[in-house]
Each structure stands twice: as structure tokens, then as C-alpha cells.
């Protein structure tokens, strides 16, 4: 059974460039978290996702971030305009409720020269 | 709210022997989750190990195992029979499942760096 998937694994971009980031949970998962992990902030969660629904956006750093599930495969993790500041590893993570377990995927290093 | 604390930045241990790392926490629940997870140099985060707090009997996958002392809200994982595969840092996380909402929010430690030498 395939686990959670990200893409792409490393991004390099330049100041002000549009980032996209993908995710894929684990089939049949209900719960999808956005992570970010920076040596200063540790791993910090995003925003989370039930049943394709955003349910708290409080850790979202500002609103040049925006995320959205379109369906219960996919999510997306934007950054529009991107800044130096935002280079860090983003995780994707997805969990079902009777697990509580919550399942990381590989991660994507994002550089914002 | 929920604080999780490692308080070991770095351990070292030789392959083969036996090491031990803290964490601690802070609640005021009962009933909740703890989780050991761990990030090699690739950057996975892998689980390791996860804890119900309802439960008495300290959990154990392989050569890892958990001394969980509830009153003392202590959670220390015992890597036995160190390898050199288990260099990584190691994450401690608190997690209070929400019945309302079913928000399973994880709450991480800073982490501790552990190198197994040969």
C-alpha cells in the first residue's frame, strides 16, 4: 500500500516566483495536515483538512499561503508571491480517525533564492 | 496548551549498546496519544512507536520500547541493541484527540539528535 506521496521532492525557485506543492494521502484517509519545518520554528502544522474540508487555518503564516483538497486524493500547498523566508521542508501527512496516527510523507525542501 | 520538552539536543551511543531518550509533557487530559517519530538524514518522518495513555503496558516494536510514567507525564524511548541505521533525530509528539471535531492535532518536541558510532 502506496503512503503518502508529495511532489515534487525539492524545489529551488527565485523571490517573488509562484510555488505549488502537491500531496496524495493515503487512500482512504479523511484527515490531511499541512507541516513546515524550519531549524528556528521546529515543525509547525499549516492547516489541516477533513473530508476535503479546511478546518483551521491558524497556523497559516500569512496570505501569500493558500492550500486547498479538491478532492479526497489531492491537495495542493501554494505560495504566491514566494519569499527567502519561506524556504524550509514542507510536509504532507494524512491520518483516519480511528487511527489517530498521523502518516508523513517524504517531504519537499523548498529553496527561495 | 499542550508543551511537549526534550531536553537531550544530541546523544551519542557506540553500535550495539543501549540508549535512552527523555521527553516530557504537559497536560491536564486523560486521555490522549504519544508518539515517537524519527527523521534520518533523508528527512522522512517515520513512526516509531506510539503510546496510548489508557494503557498500562508500556509499548514495544522490536528493539524499541517506551517507559510511559503517567503521573510523572514522562515518555522515554530505549533504543536496544543500537544500530548504525538508527542515527536520526528523534521527535517526541502529544496528541489530544478532539471527540467534537476529530482534530487530531500533534504538538512536537524540539527533538533530540542521536549518532550511533561504530
Known amino acids: 500500500d502506496a503512503g503518502v506521496i508529495q511532489s515534487p521532492r525539492h524545489e529551488v525557485t527565485e523571490m517573488g516566483q509562484e510555488v505549488t506543492l502537491r500531496c496524495k494521502p493515503i487512500?482512504?484517509?479523511?484527515?490531511l495536515f499541512w507541516y513546515r519545518q524550519t531549524m528556528m520554528r521546529g515543525l509547525e502544522l499549516l492547516i489541516y483538512f477533513n473530508n476535503n474540508v479546511p478546518i483551521d487555518d491558524s497556523g497559516m503564516p500569512e496570505d501569500r499561503f493558500s492550500a486547498k483538497m479538491p478532492n479526497a486524493s489531492f491537495s495542493t500547498l501554494k505560495i504566491q508571491p514566494s519569499e527567502p523566508r519561506d524556504s524550509a521542508v514542507y510536509f504532507c501527512a494524512s491520518s483516519d480517525r480511528g487511527q489517530e496516527t498521523q502518516y508523513f510523507g517524504p517531504g519537499t525542501r523548498l529553496l527561495v533564492l | 496548551a499542550q508543551t511537549v520538552t526534550q531536553s537531550q539536543p544530541e546523544m551519542s551511543v557506540q553500535e550495539a549498546e543501549t540508549v535512552t531518550l527523555s521527553c516530557t509533557y504537559d497536560?491536564?487530559?486523560?486521555?490522549?496519544?504519544l508518539f515517537w517519530y524519527k527523521q534520518p538524514p533523508s528527512r522522512q518522518m517515520i513512526l516509531v512507536i506510539r503510546q496510548e495513555a489508557y494503557k498500562q503496558q508500556n509499548a514495544t516494536e522490536n528493539r524499541f520500547s517506551v517507559n510511559f510514567q503517567k503521573a510523572a507525564k514522562s515518555f522515554s524511548l530505549k533504543i536496544s541493541d543500537s544500530q548504525l541505521g538508527d542515527t536520526a533525530m528523534y521527535f517526541c509528539?502529544?496528541?489530544?484527540?478532539?471527540?467534537?471535531?476529530?482534530?487530531?492535532?500533534?504538538?512536537f518536541g524540539t527533538g533530540t539528535r542521536l549518532l550511533v558510532s561504530p
Open positions: 509528539a502529544f496528541m489530544k484527540p478532539d471527540l467534537g471535531t476529530g482534530f487530531q492535532k500533534l504538538v
Open positions: 487512500s482512504g484517509h479523511d484527515y
Open positions: 497536560t491536564s487530559e486523560s486521555n490522549y496519544y
